[in-house]
């Protein structure tokens, strides 16, 4: 009857999740703009490039395409094309529109069943995928984040505090009004994690597919290096699995890199470069990332606060774990804070701190129940994702931020109370 009620509770997550943030307007696709013309690429052709979809690409979207040619030299695009003997691809991970292949197909069936209320639901109704992008890439990232859910279900101990615990992190989180928005690579690096941490914290851990979760995590935004980083001190002997797992994963993404660009990873991975290591600097950016209305994680989230109360709870029943998991979050709260567009570009609200939130979920779902203080900040919280997911005025910070009229501490002009200040 346990197991009958844990599926109901996570099959009802998954729809309520899916169709609620599937349902929200607000489409947030810059960075993304090309995972669905790669996923037919995929599909159709067999390969990853962009090269039949020149007629598609406008000034301001070639800053996330690249030439790649003999030798594995890389070049900047021009509006008309690629150099001769060049081929387009895709700045950014290729893992994130890979990995959505399985929810594309299923959600391609189902197309039939959306409504057309909009020119965007005729176009896919009609399966018109390229004009359609963005309606597409809510589907596949809500179903993203309806699926991670379900693994945040599970790692908050199933049952009603699990159903609970999801829906308060589906909702109250940067979740719904950023996972959700498109297919950014952050909706799939949250539920290949959610996945992996629940493999390992089980009764009966899955040690070698976690690594192979951990591994395609990577892949999707380099940055979640430090979960199997951190999770290995707490595995101990059992981290040779995971690392076996992870280099598996890695195989077909070397061999793609290899032939593509004549070294093991994409061009994106040296990024590092961008990190800015200026000691004064560190502390009013992390207070930033921490407590800003522009990006401030306790101001979007401010019921996270209790994660603090389940990491003692944790420290005393598992202290490899809780000092694992306090590394990993407290790791990328540094990383975040050193980059040096640590604001995180066009977004709403604290879209760095996305892949945190599956150590957050376990640390936070062991306190239960609970406390009468925590349920105001909760429905809080809901009400500024909310917002950034249905009201179009609140997408307007992120270009007047870059444009300089805007202070990241301004609370009369905070994203979330914009058209109402």
């Not at 800053?63 to 021009?78: L, M």
């Not at 209320?117 to 359609?132: C, D, K, N, W």
């Not at 991670?148 to 719904?176: C, D, E, H, K, N």
């Not at 406390?371 to 005025?393: E, Y």
Request: aromatic share 14%; net charge positive.
């Amino acid at each position: 009857m346990s197991r009958l009620k844990d599926a109901v509770l996570a099959v009802l997550i998954f729809a309520l999740v899916f169709v609620l943030q599937g349902l929200s307007p607000i489409t947030q696709s810059a960075d993304s703009r090309w995972a669905v013309p790669l996923m037919l690429s995929l599909l159709e052709r067999g390969d990853l490039n962009l090269d039949e979809y020149v007629e598609l690409w406008t000034p301001e979207t070639l800053y996330s395409i690249e030439c790649a040619g003999p030798g594995g030299e890389v070049r900047k695009p021009a509006i008309s094309g690629c150099p001769e003997r060049f081929h387009a691809y895709s700045f950014y991970p290729v893992a994130t529109p890979v990995l959505s292949i399985p929810l594309f197909l299923a959600i391609d069936r189902f197309i039939p069943l959306v409504p057309a209320v909009s020119p965007g639901t005729e176009l896919l109704r009609q399966r018109v995928y390229l004009q359609a992008h963005r309606q597409m890439e809510i589907l596949v990232a809500s179903a993203t984040v309806a699926l991670t859910a379900v693994f945040l279900y599970a790692l908050a101990g199933a049952g009603w505090q699990g159903f609970v615990w999801s829906l308060i992190f589906a909702f109250g989180t940067s979740l719904w009004s950023t996972a959700s928005r498109a297919m950014w690579h952050h909706g799939m690096s949250i539920l290949l994690l959610s996945a992996a941490l629940w493999l390992l914290t089980r009764k009966n851990p899955r040690v070698f597919l976690a690594g192979i979760l951990l591994g395609l995590a990577i892949w999707n935004r380099p940055l979640n290096i430090l979960a199997p980083l951190c999770l290995a001190l707490w595995l101990r002997r059992d981290s040779l699995w995971m690392l076996a797992g992870l280099a598996t994963a890695s195989i077909p993404f070397l061999a793609w890199n290899l032939s593509i660009y004549r070294m093991p990873v994409q061009p994106y991975f040296f990024l590092g470069s961008r990190f800015v290591w200026e000691v004064e600097r560190f502390a009013g950016v992390l207070a930033g990332q921490l407590f800003s209305p522009g990006r401030g994680l306790l101001v979007y989230s401010p019921f996270l606060v209790v994660a603090a109360f389940g990491l003692w709870k944790l420290w005393k029943a598992d202290r490899g774990l809780a000092l694992a998991l306090a590394m990993w979050a407290g790791g990328h709260a540094v990383a975040i804070s050193l980059w040096g567009d640590w604001t995180g570009g066009i977004g709403y609200g604290p879209r760095y701190w996305l892949e945190v939130l599956p150590p957050l979920a376990l640390l936070a779902s062991r306190v239960w129940p609970l406390p009468k203080w925590v349920w105001p900040l909760i429905f809080v919280a809901i009400i500024i994702h909310a917002r950034g997911s249905w009201d179009s005025r609140t997408q307007a910070w992120s270009q007047r931020w870059t444009a300089g009229q805007v202070s990241v501490w301004d609370w009369k002009g905070a994203p979330f109370l914009a058209g109402w200040t």
